[in-house]
């Protein structure tokens, strides 16, 4: 049985540091955003495929020497992408240089993320610092880091396969959302963990079916935006709200309405940009609820990330995927899922 004082609190949780944990995730989560950035330009640069092999320890040093680059080159030039990229023109090797750095670099973030949360897990483990019940939930976000860095490879090889010249849009939303899961449940853990340091006799948050309902509509969402962003939908045009002048594109139905909806881009554009005001409708009662729960700030980071996030889509969608607003649509992307998550947990608090 846990020993418990006259105040109520459990014997020896005062060498539990909940509200140093809750800010050490916080960091883990702002890393987690610049990934998820970093991804989005390595994705809209065409980066993706040009490190063709997966080192996850020797991979940490880009290449060191002419000879070792143009061996890395040399690998690229092998691909279907490549003979589609470059084109009648080719590639010189400052331009490989410039594609392998965003993949790199993308891959070494993913590196440090790891360490980021592994150190200091160990360090609070050791030092008896983790409140009660928050081992397997911390041991959980770990494994989703490292499963993770497998999904990213798994992602980049369909791209290596032959006559592919791109990777698997269904494999990089498994990708993207897996991030985005992590940087919820991080937010989430660590708010638990403050209101833990506030109050010794506070409970996790609770889901509530109003945040369950809100956190399904953008889901559906963020994996509409992945596909868009797999299959390059997002040149599908360039004008809105109407597309090729009509309200409704036209779209290939011939495969079967399964295909449609998965893999047609004309169709995943249009589901994509419409959808955005489903997500505007689930949203809205969410935070006027954490409004009501809590202190207004939850509320105030809902609206304003979804307004916009809408606006953005529209100028990327109207500037034919400008790479800046392109990057800053997936930057407040990310935000809208911790800002979620934030009002989610402001109305679920117990």
Do not use: C
Request: glycine share 10%; no cysteine; net charge positive.
């Amino acid at each position: 049985m846990v020993a418990v004082t006259h105040d109520g609190m459990q014997a020896g949780a005062e060498t539990t540091r909940p509200r140093a944990i809750a800010h050490w995730l916080f960091g883990v989560a702002f890393m987690v955003v610049l990934i998820v950035v970093i991804g989005g330009i390595t994705r809209l640069t065409e980066s993706g495929l040009s490190i063709t092999q997966w080192q996850p320890i020797t991979g940490i040093l880009p290449p060191l020497s002419e000879s070792a680059w143009q061996a890395e080159f040399t690998r690229y030039q092998a691909t279907p992408e490549y003979l589609y990229e470059a084109g009648p023109a080719g590639m010189t090797l400052a331009d490989f240089k410039f594609i392998f750095f965003w993949e790199w670099f993308h891959r070494l973030l993913g590196r440090l993320i790891g360490v980021a949360f592994a150190l200091p897990l160990a360090w609070f483990w050791v030092h008896g610092a983790i409140p009660a019940g928050y081992k397997p939930r911390l041991l959980a976000l770990l494994a989703l880091g490292g499963l993770q860095g497998a999904i990213g490879w798994w992602m980049v090889s369909s791209g290596l396969q032959e006559r592919m010249t791109d990777v698997s849009h269904f494999r990089l939303s498994i990708h993207l959302i897996t991030a985005l899961i992590t940087l919820a449940g991080l937010v989430w853990t660590a708010l638990d963990l403050l209101a833990l340091d506030r109050n010794a006799a506070s409970r996790p948050a609770r889901l509530t079916r109003l945040a369950l309902l809100a956190g399904l509509a953008l889901l559906i969402q963020l994996i509409l935006g992945a596909w868009v962003a797999g299959l390059n939908a997002g040149l599908a045009s360039d004008t809105w709200p109407l597309m090729q002048g009509r309200l409704i594109p036209e779209a290939d139905w011939s495969k079967g309405a399964l295909w449609t909806f998965t893999s047609d881009p004309f169709w995943l554009h249009f589901l994509h940009r419409w959808w955005a005001f489903g997500v505007l409708a689930a949203l809205i009662p969410l935070a006027r609820a954490a409004k009501k729960a809590g202190p207004r700030g939850a509320s105030i980071a809902v609206h304003s990330a979804v307004g916009t996030q809408i606006l953005l889509g529209i100028a990327t969608v109207m500037s034919g995927v400008d790479l800046g607003l392109a990057v800053l649509h997936q930057l407040i992307g990310a935000l809208l899922v911790a800002s979620t998550a934030w009002a989610a947990h402001t109305t679920g608090r117990r």
